[in-house]
């Protein structure tokens, strides 16, 4: 999507006020970037999601590196691996919210998904969503954990941290963060019980209408 550097930061923001108001990023937890031209804006490291400013974001250049603003989250290495995998990508957003930080707690439903294809919505709205093996959060090992992940995708589950979501734009990668959470939710509901799951002519039928991946 060609936007401005200014429509860019204002678009960030603006999803970033929206992951608070949803419950998703408490207190200053979790980050968002976006692709503006040669350059990814950034929210700044300790800043809360809802104090976001477009004037006040970090910018940093085609290698990552620090260019201008304040510094940028911790986890910056995170979100240039996810750029690098997901091609289109003008968006990452990664949070805390609860029951996906709940989920990338338990075991991966499968070696291609930390979450089964309980609804039509995960399968649609994000496709497959690998569990990331621990590293320190911020860390260059974390980073070349999502990189060396085989197979496609455009969401994952940081394994006991939280979500990561890819997408053209910040209010996508925010939306398809939410299907995220919400999968999360019903996954961790129904721990413990048998339930059922779309089958692999349902999930092939969706991922080829709605272009998401999932390895059956």
């Not at 289109?88 to 075991?107: I, N, Q």
């Not at 497959?128 to 260059?140: D, I, R």
């Not at 089958?199 to 059956?216: C, F, K, N, P």
């Amino acid at each position: 999507m060609n936007r401005t550097p200014r429509e860019a930061a204002r678009e960030l923001c603006r999803a970033g006020r929206r992951a608070v108001d949803l419950g998703l990023s408490p207190g200053a937890s979790g980050n968002v970037s976006v692709r503006a031209g040669d350059h990814t804006l950034m929210s700044p490291t300790g800043v809360s999601l809802r104090d976001l400013d477009p004037d006040g974001l970090s910018v940093l250049g085609p290698e990552g590196e620090h260019v201008s603003g304040p510094p940028p989250s911790k986890e910056y290495p995170l979100h240039l691996a996810m750029y690098r995998r997901v091609e289109g990508a003008g968006s990452v957003v990664h949070l805390h919210s609860p029951h996906a930080t709940a989920a990338s707690c338990l075991p991966a439903w499968s070696a291609s998904s930390a979450l089964p294809p309980v609804t039509p919505y995960l399968v649609m709205r994000v496709g497959q969503a690998p569990l990331v093996p621990y590293a320190a959060p911020g860390s260059e090992r974390l980073a070349r954990n999502l990189a060396d992940l085989p197979g496609s995708f455009r969401a994952a589950l940081l394994a006991n941290h939280g979500s990561l979501m890819a997408a053209a734009d910040p209010a996508a990668a925010l939306d398809g963060a939410v299907e995220l959470e919400e999968a999360s939710r019903i996954v961790v509901s129904l721990r413990g019980g048998g339930f059922s799951v779309l089958s692999a002519e349902d999930v092939r039928e969706l991922t080829e209408r709605y272009g998401t991946a999932w390895d059956l």
